[in-house]
């Protein structure tokens, strides 16, 4: 006889596939919606607010200044030229007489994303300016995107969600930093790596726990490789005080909900992840902050130097309502909008709509049960303030205790740019601000509440917060309080300082006009809500985009032509080319012995002071006259270069190149008595040399430069960087 027991399992999956087949084409489409359609919109927004800094109109663009191209485009078509050929370049002979490529943080060296821009330099033939900007604009876009990931898992608001990311992915800190786009790559995980840990401390199975663990790791290692090592050590200030929040009982409730933690899982895949982030980036790592150590002003311990910038209340105050009289290194302006928003859930009583409470939510979305809980707001209001204080540098008492005794703290300079971490976390405290607005405008009216008194508080509170915004705003107006950097390289944007005014006061009328409506009217469909963020997102956009999309530009001629070069080529034609000492980085063909302020080797740096009377033999000696970067000579113990000169003068032809990548230096000598030969180009560390395939001692010439002892005859001599692991 046939059981029927499989029978009715088949039956009763059918039931359960038929069953989920059903789901309404409504349910479908908000999924479609949430899922895809959204976070595509918002991976894009930036794309959209800096289209001018990506797409060519007329043959002209918005040209990114400052450091972009000297410090980082140079760098970028090295790199890719290098990789193209499959060569990876460890040595960069073409700065400095010569400094260390792979651990110059500027070359962003071992980012994973490079193997994009190895892909589009081959298909397109090369890599222009433009090119970078948009994979300046794609780190803005991975920033944003992990803004909304991160940010739906524990706002169960959509709308709240997307109108914090919205602003806060394109605040001025965001668009500040443009210039630098390793900072950009670098920020842009901080949001990802707050995801993965969320998701670690979320989880109820080892599967999701382990998968999280991946992608932490992997976040990580783009955190570290991204060439931005400030916001590395930055990040310190970001995941210890979250994740103190989320294990902390009082804490994690009213943020978070009543979750069950697995700590020892969860601790134990931090470590793992963690773990092998460091292991994959150590060398990495390490062999920066060594670098570091050997570059002048870099080694730390320098008080001056770390607190050189200045950042203060007067530049908080400016940074939150009137940007021109902010420091640009600290500023991260978001709108009066944003702010309004703000300031209205810190300065009234959230009353919690229980019929909107987790109308947007999804299995993965946590609900807090306390939004607007005094916790809270204490809670941030106390990170935001310690934050804010050690950025104030030399005026703040705990940036002194830092700089004392909290190890790497010291090497770091510009606190302002501390500030960047101000973005994910006010972007958190924005999301929370607007879901508690949100349902205000959307709680049902009775006749109970309509007596209440505190249902006018929003209006009161609105009023008095805007008029001290517009108080400080005039007064910083009128007494022209501006920043040094806004009149000397922002002029372009000075007339623009009064729009702050009247674009804050078109914020105020929006803001004021919905929160007057509400009164009258609910806010309960979700198309009335809806519009009600469209607007107040575009009026945070016309309010930051006239400046925050327009500092540090010009406009540039699109490059007819890509730049593509051949690596081997250029290196070897450099022994016939006369060196330049401009002050630059990389410099092809004419390779640069010039050094920029606060960079470079200490000791080339010293060497270069020392010899500022004798610059014409100097001039010689470096291969600016002549193309000559390889000497013999008798002795190397001369204590002025002049004389040197004089003792090298006896061996004009001193052998001939055979091969030379950068990386290593192939030469042929017939050493006509015992003497030395200098390779004048800078030692490192990683420096070995080899005399007839035996290796010798690497002897320093002035304290910087590579000499190797020669007996009589003929000998092939071979300089070779190999660092470390290589």
Request: glycine share 6%.
């Amino acid at each position: 006889m046939i059981s029927k027991k499989p029978i009715k399992r088949r039956i009763r999956r059918k039931a359960a596939s038929a069953a989920k087949d059903k789901v309404s084409p409504l349910r479908q489409s908000r999924h479609l919606w949430s899922r895809f359609i959204l976070p595509l919109a918002v991976f894009c927004w930036p794309f959209l607010y800096l289209y001018r800094h990506v797409l060519a109109i007329n043959g002209q663009y918005t040209a990114i200044g400052n450091d972009f191209i000297l410090l980082y485009y140079k760098y970028k078509v090295y790199l890719l030229a290098c990789l193209s050929d499959f060569h990876f370049p460890l040595w960069s002979p073409a700065e400095g007489a010569g400094y260390p490529f792979y651990t110059n943080p500027f070359t962003q060296a071992f980012y994973p994303l490079n193997l994009l821009l190895v892909l589009w330099y081959k298909i397109l033939g090369g890599y222009n300016p433009l090119d970078y900007q948009v994979f300046t604009v794609l780190g803005i876009s991975i920033f944003g995107l992990g803004l909304f990931m991160w940010l739906r898992l524990i706002n169960s608001n959509l709308r709240a969600v997307v109108f914090s990311v919205l602003i806060m992915s394109v605040s001025f800190k965001v668009t500040e930093i443009i210039r630098f786009p390793n900072a950009v790559h670098t920020a842009a995980w901080y949001p990802w790596i707050l995801y993965a840990l969320t998701r670690i401390l979320l989880s109820k199975s080892l599967k999701n726990t382990l998968v999280s663990g991946v992608l932490l790791a992997f976040f990580l290692i783009c955190l570290f490789t991204g060439g931005y090592p400030y916001y590395v050590y930055y990040g310190i200030f970001l995941f210890i005080p979250y994740l103190l929040a989320f294990l902390a009982k009082p804490l994690r409730e009213p943020l978070f909900g009543p979750y069950t933690i697995n700590r020892r899982r969860a601790f134990a895949t931090f470590i793992l992840a963690g773990g092998a982030a460091l292991v994959i980036c150590a060398p990495y790592v390490i062999g920066i902050k060594r670098l570091m150590a050997e570059t002048i002003d870099r080694a730390g311990k320098d008080f001056g130097y770390s607190t050189a910038h200045v950042f203060n209340f007067e530049d908080t105050l400016g940074s939150l309502v009137y940007p021109p009289a902010a420091s640009i290194e600290g500023w991260y302006f978001f709108s009066i909008a944003g702010l309004l928003v703000i300031l209205l859930y810190m300065l009234t009583r959230s009353k919690v709509n229980p019929e909107s409470e987790g109308r947007n939510g999804g299995k993965e979305t946590v609900t807090p049960q306390h939004p607007g809980d005094l916790r809270i707001k204490l809670f941030f209001i106390i990170w935001i303030c310690i934050i804010t204080y050690i950025s104030y540098g030399r005026h703040s008492y705990l940036f002194r205790l830092l700089w004392n005794y909290m190890p790497g703290f010291s090497s770091l300079r510009v606190w302002g740019r501390l500030n960047i971490i101000l973005v994910p976390i006010l972007a958190w405290l924005l999301s929370i601000s607007y879901a508690s607005f949100e349902s205000s405008l959307s709680i049902k009216k009775t006749p109970v509440l309509k007596e209440r008194s505190y249902l006018h508080a929003p209006i009161a509170v609105l009023a008095v917060v805007y008029t001290c915004i517009l108080c400080v705003q005039i007064y910083f107006y009128h007494n022209n309080i501006h920043d040094r950097l806004w009149t000397i390289y922002f002029k372009h944007l000075s007339p623009q300082s009064i729009q702050f005014i009247v674009y804050g006061a078109v914020a105020f009328a929006a803001f004021l006009s919905i929160v007057l409506l509400s009164k009258r009217v609910s806010f309960k469909s979700n198309r009335a809500l809806s519009t009600v963020v469209a607007v107040l997102v575009l009026v945070a956009t016309v309010e930051m985009r006239h400046v925050g999309a327009r500092v540090w530009t010009y406009q540039r001629q699109v490059d007819r032509e890509r730049n593509t070069f051949d690596v081997v080529k250029v290196n070897e034609a450099s022994f016939n080319l006369r060196r330049t000492d401009r002050n630059d980085t990389i410099a092809l063909p004419n390779f640069s012995v010039g050094v920029l302020p606060n960079w470079y080797f200490g000791r080339y740096n010293k060497f270069l002071k020392e010899t500022e009377d004798e610059l014409e033999a100097r001039r010689a000696f470096l291969g600016i006259q002549e193309a000559r970067r390889i000497f013999f000579s008798e002795s190397i113990k001369h204590s002025t270069v002049g004389a040197f000169l004089l003792d090298t003068a006896r061996y004009q032809r001193p052998g001939k190149l055979l091969s030379y990548t950068g990386d290593e230096l192939i030469w042929e000598i017939n050493a006509p008595i015992e003497g030395y030969l200098s390779f004048i180009d800078n030692w490192d560390r990683g420096w070995k040399v080899f005399v007839d395939e035996k290796e010798a001692d690497i002897e320093l010439l002035f304290g910087t430069f590579k000499s190797v002892r020669l007996a009589p005859g003929h000998h092939q001599v071979r300089f070779c960087y190999q660092p470390g692991l290589f």
